[in-house]
């Protein structure tokens, strides 16, 4: 069975690779270089794949996977510029491909137990574009 | 399980009072498209699922309501796992049944495949 939860955050971004001029930056991400930044309304949707437990008839306690993505995702990048204040986007490109990544990076350990597995991350750059990543490199 | 160790386990869920949601069923299938241009016809999917499930389930308690939930806890992964019992046995559109999903709220989402 697949279970899926959503989180939102609002974060603000400069896709722009420093080993490259303006122009170059520019002609590749377009508006999304601006050098001030822009910001995005993410949304998150995290499935992990399991059986319920006969017991409980859960497949992963939801109050605990809400405190997982909160810790996790929520907040360490809500309201915060991921160039300068999340750590690797201070290196790697924040573009939606690349903070999904690093969002399966930050989820995966907290969520792979016995019988248990992160299935997809799916990051909503806006209602019209979202990334999905499985973990594959 | 005790009161206090159902309190921890399931939090507010486990309110004595009982508590609802607006659920919300997908169900997919799959298949040939048919000369009307149809993978299944839309009329004859609504009635199925509506008589299968909407008619025994709908402002019904889960707990005590739905004998296929068996009286067993309603958890929503539960509650699919019902769901897929209540519709592959008699499925019998020409269209395949392949998955169905049920959103408790927006935020939380289960989905099974089905045979």
Known sequence: MLLTRKAEFSASHICANPSLSDQENQAIYGANSNPNGHGHNYVLEVTIQGEPDPITGMVFDLRELKEILNQEVVEPMDHRFLNREVAPFDRVVPTTENVAREIWRRLEPRIDRANLRLHNVRLYETHDLYVDYGGES | ?115
């Open chain 2, 1 to 115: 399980m005790t009161p206090e160790e159902n309190r921890r386990l399931y939090g507010k869920c486990n309110n004595p009072y009982g508590h609802g949601h607006d659920y919300r069923l997908e169900v997919s299938v799959e298949g040939p498209v048919d000369s009307n241009g149809q993978i299944v016809d839309r009329l004859a999917l609504d009635d199925f699922v509506e008589r299968r499930i909407i008619d025994r389930m709908n402002h019904r308690n889960l707990n005590v309501d739905v004998p296929e939930l068996d009286g067993g806890v309603p958890t929503t992964e539960n509650l699919a796992a019902a769901i897929r019992r209540m519709l592959e046995p008699e499925w019998d559109l020409p269209a395949r049944l392949t998955r169905i999903r049920v959103a408790e709220t927006d935020r939380n989402i289960f989905e099974l495949n089905c045979s």
